[in-house]
């Protein structure tokens, strides 16, 4: 067993979990009851009650949610409010829109048939949200759920589990905390059916070599994006900038869907680029929640974002920003570069997800061309296209083969509402959001006729 410690991303002064992690005892106790509660929990008639129950505790808990979620994970008081507040909506959508499902006719009925214990493990970065997003869905269907918090916010792990306790929802749903040896423990495990995971490329292919042997076990990933933004010739500039500016910075850059590169037409390049620097300024951290940017959530992530932009191939060029020298600091400069040549398309920084609160602004003199490498990025997540044209925008969004595309707004963000998830290296098919019972139960049918 060792020890697990998060510090405050504002404060490294400031300590503001001290724990341990779940050890094999601790491992086996959770998915032994998960899995003798789960033949009770499936048939289980009242589920929705006593979720919506677990809405209103989570109501009444919001205030130690955002305290906790600003001063662990790094948020501003905005962004953690709009956090905690997307906790108790999720259980009512999951009631109200994620349950249904296919129309049945007569003499036919269609019915989720959950699979069993799911292991769920989320990140830091929406570190309630994310994992709470996950968990109802899953308990919704009759799944019992062990929830392995990121082990970076261990301090708002626990929180959720003594929610959980408060809602009497803990004989369902588990809480174990740790990080990678933890969660290969949980999930090399047979009785484990289903994994739900949200993470870097890394984490998922770990995952799919853990699960290689049982293909019976279902498979979830969400492993974040490459994101571009098209900006073409008829679009509002000011709008284009604001939203891109906001897409690429806002939470330090911590967002999946976050933009990475924004394609401009070369006549507008200058001007653009001029344009965004000036906008970065609203993203310059500080240290007061108040304000619009924050810190990433660790010194060492930072430093790890922060390296590969001191030595920049000549073919990218820095034109606002600095990617500090390694400290205790855990503030990010938002960086802003651009293309200097057509190589730079083949560099790492351009192909490759760098969590963090850097742009990289490209030209194009054929919006067709332009089109053609967007679709040709491998972590499609999400893409935003700016156009004052809605048909226009639409024929592009066809050929942009992302898990989203949107018009006219950031490529940062997406509705619960609505299925979530990414194309190619992104994911692996298995989109969550409103789509995401699907990911811990079968639809079956029973035909009477």
């Not at 970076?152 to 749903?173: F, I, K, T, W």
Request: proline content about 6%; hydrophobic content about 45%; charged content about 20%.
């Amino acid at each position: 067993m060792s020890q697990l410690i998060s510090i405050s991303p504002w404060n490294p002064q400031d300590r503001v979990f001290t724990g341990e992690t779940a050890n094999s005892t601790a491992i086996e106790i959770a998915l032994a009851a998960m899995s003798s509660a789960f033949p009770t929990w499936s048939c289980a008639t009242d589920r929705c009650e006593r979720l919506r129950a677990f809405a209103q505790t989570l109501t009444g808990a919001r205030a130690d949610v955002v305290a906790l979620l600003v001063r662990e994970a790094g948020k501003t008081r905005a962004d953690a409010e709009a956090e905690a507040d997307l906790l108790p909506k999720k259980i009512t959508l999951t009631i109200e829109q994620a349950l249904a499902r296919t129309t049945a006719p007569a003499g036919s009925a269609i019915t989720w048939r959950p699979r069993g214990v799911a292991t769920i493990i989320g990140p830091y970065n929406f570190p309630l949200h994310l994992l709470h997003g996950l968990v109802v869905p899953a308990l919704a269907v009759g799944c019992t759920v062990i929830a392995k918090p990121s082990e970076r916010c261990p301090a708002l792990g626990e929180l959720y589990r003594q929610l959980l306790v408060r809602a009497g929802l803990d004989s369902v749903c588990r809480v174990v905390q740790g990080g990678q040896t933890v969660a290969t423990t949980i999930v090399q495990d047979k009785r484990v059916a289903t994994v739900a995971a949200v993470g870097s490329r890394a984490m998922g292919l770990g995952l799919a070599h853990t699960l290689a042997a049982r293909p019976e076990a279902v498979l979830a990933l969400e492993l974040g994006g490459v994101n571009h933004a098209l900006v073409l010739d008829d679009a509002d500039r000011d709008a284009a900038i604001t939203a891109i500016a906001d897409g690429a910075w806002r939470m330090a850059g911590q967002r999946c869907t976050a933009t990475r590169v924004a394609h401009v037409p070369a006549a507008w390049f200058e001007q653009m680029i001029s344009a965004l620097s000036t906008a970065r300024q609203t993203w310059i951290p500080s240290g007061d929640p108040s304000s619009a940017a924050g810190p990433m959530i660790s010194a060492q992530l930072r430093e790890d974002f922060q390296a590969p932009y001191r030595k920049l191939p000549h073919v990218l060029a820095l034109v606002a920003g600095s990617p500090s020298a390694a400290s205790t600091s855990c503030f990010a400069e938002p960086l802003l570069l651009a293309v200097r040549d057509n190589a730079a398309r083949l560099t790492p920084l351009y192909r490759e997800e760098h969590f963090g609160p850097a742009l990289i602004v490209d030209s194009y003199t054929d919006a067709d061309d332009a089109i053609t490498r967007i679709a040709a990025n491998r972590f499609r997540l999400a893409a935003s296209v700016f156009t004052a044209s809605r048909e226009r925008f639409r024929s592009v969004a066809a050929r942009l083969p992302y898990g989203q595309v949107n018009w006219n707004r950031p490529t940062a963000g997406a509705r619960s509402d609505l299925p979530f998830g990414g194309c190619g290296l992104s994911g692996n098919g298995r989109p969550a959001a409103v789509a995401a019972c699907q990911i811990f139960a079968d639809e079956t049918v029973v035909w009477e006729s």
